[in-house]
């Protein structure tokens, strides 16, 4: 399986893009301060949007073309329709659940098998969700340390989107609702993107 093993403060920067948006909140790079190049070319702009969803989610270029596929042949405009695609993933809900700190983490997670989806364990980090499924932590991994400092007093409080519901200290979640253009937590032109396809 690809994975995106690019140095987390270094691409953010590149990209223009908060490390927060990651579930990063400490990182930072002081590394090549000085901006050679003001003026980006259209291309640039376009190419730089769909690196930067790219790098969020940690999708390699042959699945986020699969997923702009898709989007295009949905109702609806194509840029929101593969945004939303792609925010249904479950190592992205397990993330908007609080079950991991990055969605890195979630990935990893969810390819260790700790998640279920209605009863059902799944593995697979690109699978999409749908309303009314039920996000679990398995039973066998609920001892783990890692799952264990979720519940509690002491537990991180989440900001959960408005599509998905998390009932206090459980590990157990639900997807309300389809997600929209505004459950998108950072800045992108996803017009670009399509612009950049459509060539």
């Known amino acids: 399986m690809a994975r995106n093993m690019q140095p987390i403060a270094k691409r953010c920067k590149a990209l223009n893009l908060s490390p927060a948006a990651m579930g990063y909140a400490k990182k930072n790079t002081n590394r090549n301060q000085t901006n050679m190049r003001k003026k980006k070319s259209e291309y640039a702009m376009q190419l730089t949007e769909k690196q930067k969803v790219k790098f969020v989610y940690g999708i390699m270029e042959k699945q986020f073309h699969m997923y702009y596929e898709k989007a295009s042949r949905m109702q609806g405009k194509t840029g929101e329709n593969l945004l939303t695609l792609i925010e249904r993933r479950l190592d992205n809900v397990v993330y908007r659940l609080g079950f991991a700190q990055t969605r890195r983490e979630a990935r990893q997670l969810t390819t260790h098998g700790h998640f279920t989806v ?7 980090p690109s699978y999409l969700v749908k309303p009314g499924d039920v996000i679990e932590v398995r039973e066998k991994s609920r001892s783990s340390v890692k799952f264990k400092r979720l519940l509690g007093e002491d ?33 992108v032109e996803e017009h670009l993107i399509v612009e950049l396809y459509s060539k």
């Open 118 to 124: 209605n009863g059902q364990r799944v593995d697979i």
């Open 155 to 187: 537990a991180p409080v989440v900001n959960l989107p408005k599509w998905l519901d998390r009932a206090k200290n459980t590990l157990q979640g639900t997807v309300v609702a389809m997600p929209t253009r505004d459950d998108i937590d950072f800045p």
